[in-house]
């Protein structure tokens, strides 16, 4: 017994001695140098302006995509993608897997938040020119982000195979079909045959787990990478301001944990309409049926499908869905060079006509969408 | 390898079509003003029988984005509903985004039930 005894170190000593937490940063920050991450994170700061509350909404779409890859993985465990057993296996997952109905739910849920809020995202980072230089490739992968969500949700549609999906896949495959010269060809790969069958199923399925995430790895990381490396844009007029007029937040740890405050309401509200709105999953498709009256497509397809459905048959001789096609295309580019193509100073003549065309687009996609989901 | 890649991309060939014709059912269970789809080959096709117990086929896959379309028996149309498109009876494009009319069928009547076939 004395002899244990002996061997305790004395209390002075023992206080000294680094807690467990402690010791397994300083075994890390050894090898791996945290103190200089650390630094670097508290070096961050973030402005703190009326438009601060716009600075959440990235955050809150990389939370959103978290999400998507968790509840994606264990759908995984269960989804068969095939035709005859996807819409079985779908409908298994939300009867008899334990909280299935919740893991689908929130999937799709996630995925409708995660393209609005990169919406809100590439909206705002426009009306606050947080694009200039030298930011001009950070909004390029940004808008390439947004285009991916699309397709995630575009491939992950048809894995359910209703017959919503199965025509939304038709409509959307054809209307790449319509692109000049490579559109045919296009369309074949991505249908796997002429028409949408099990082969498009299975191509759609490895796009939407398999080449869509990977992809998606790479050009987040670099736009995470290019918004650390340069800092957040500060807004009009703030390098001007003296100093201590700069109302300013350090990133690590204050807006950080302000960050993770959201994405926990975040969360919570997903868990909410997820568990009061489920999502509904359809009849089977059926290729030989019609198809069904007041088909629509996901809410953000609404404004292009509206665009189509008023583009008259033939303008002069060229087909109107090929007019749709390239007027579409010519709005994504400019939309994808808007960094290029704004090189004005601040509060020139020719930032106001942005401003305008920014709001007229903005104005057009929001109504063409609310038309596209109201008229018969 | 770039080759081989893009061509494993584009599917083989599948059987041929044999099925040149089908038959749809008996004109005695099909009713004026009405419309019936069924399978001819790996296309969906659309019987539609007209108030005057006239019959006429088409492919039924609108010429505007590929959804298959429908006879609307109120309005005495074929419709697609995908995008509202419209077709008259004879398969001609009235209304809405189609840019050409449907691809016919033909009908003939054998031993009192309806064929369709491809054309020629």
Redesign the interface.
């Known amino acids: 017994m004395s002899h244990s005894q002996d061997k305790t170190p004395p209390a002075q000593l023992r206080d000294k001695r680094p807690d467990p937490l402690a010791r397994m940063y300083g075994w890390a920050n050894e090898r791996y140098q945290l103190d200089g991450l650390i630094k670097f994170l508290k070096s961050k700061e973030v402005p703190m302006t009326r438009a601060s509350i716009w600075y959440y909404a990235g955050g809150v779409a990389l939370f959103l995509f978290v999400i998507q890859v968790i509840t994606g993985i264990l759908l995984l465990m269960y989804y068969v993608p095939t035709t005859d057993q996807a819409y079985d296996s779908v409908q298994y997952i939300m009867a008899k897997v334990h909280f299935g109905w919740l893991v689908r739910s929130m999937h799709a849920w996630s995925a409708n938040l995660l393209i609005l809020l990169a919406f809100t995202h590439m909206f705002s980072v426009f009306f606050m020119r947080a694009y200039r230089r030298p930011r001009e490739l950070t909004w390029v992968t940004g808008c390439v982000l947004l285009g991916l969500c699309m397709a995630f949700g575009f491939s992950g549609y048809l894995l359910p195979w209703n017959e919503l999906a199965f025509?939304a896949t038709?409509?959307g495959?054809?209307?790449a079909g319509e692109l000049p010269l490579v559109g045919p060809?296009f369309l074949?790969?991505m249908r796997?045959?002429?028409?949408v069958t099990g082969?498009t199923l299975s191509r759609f399925f490895g796009l939407h787990v398999a080449i869509l995430p990977g992809i998606m790895t790479v050009v987040l990381g670099l736009h995470l990478l290019m918004i650390q490396r340069q800092g957040m844009s500060k807004p009009k007029g703030w390098s001007s301001l003296p100093h201590s007029q700069r109302r300013a937040m350090p990133f690590f740890p204050q807006f950080a944990l302000r960050d993770m405050l959201l994405w926990f309401v975040v969360l919570n509200a997903l868990a909410a309409v997820a568990v009061f709105a489920p999502m509904h999953l359809g009849h089977e498709a059926d290729?030989?049926?019609?198809?069904?009256?007041?088909?629509r497509p996901e809410w953000y397809f609404l404004a292009g499908?509206q665009a189509?459905?008023w583009?008259?048959?033939?303008v002069g001789p060229i087909?109107?869905?090929l007019i749709g096609v390239i007027g579409m295309g010519i709005v994504g580019l400019l939309v994808l060079f808007v960094p290029f193509i704004d090189r004005t100073p601040e509060g020139g003549p020719r930032r106001r006509v942005l401003d305008i065309a920014g709001f007229i687009f903005l104005t057009g996609l929001i109504l063409l969408t609310v038309l596209g989901h109201v008229l018969? | 390898m770039i080759y081989p890649t893009l061509r494993f991309l584009f599917p083989p060939e599948g059987p041929p079509i044999l099925e040149k014709s089908v038959n749809v059912g008996k004109v005695a269970d099909i009713p004026p003003d009405s419309g019936q789809l069924f399978r001819i080959g790996n296309k969906p096709g659309l019987l539609v029988r007209d108030a005057a117990g006239q019959f006429r086929a088409h492919i039924a896959i609108c010429t505007h984005l590929d959804c298959t379309v429908q006879f609307k028996a109120d309005e005495s149309i074929i419709w697609c509903a995908c995008h509202n498109g419209r077709y008259n009876l004879q398969g001609a494009n009235i209304a809405g985004p189609p840019p050409r009319p449907l691809d016919p069928l033909d009908v003939t009547i054998k031993a009192d039930e309806v064929h369709v076939s491809f054309p020629g």
Do not use: R, S
């Open positions: 025509f038709k409509v495959t054809d209307i060809l074949e790969i796997g045959g002429e028409d082969a290729p030989f049926a019609p198809a069904p009256a007041g088909i499908y189509l459905k583009l008259p048959p033939t087909n109107g869905e018969e």
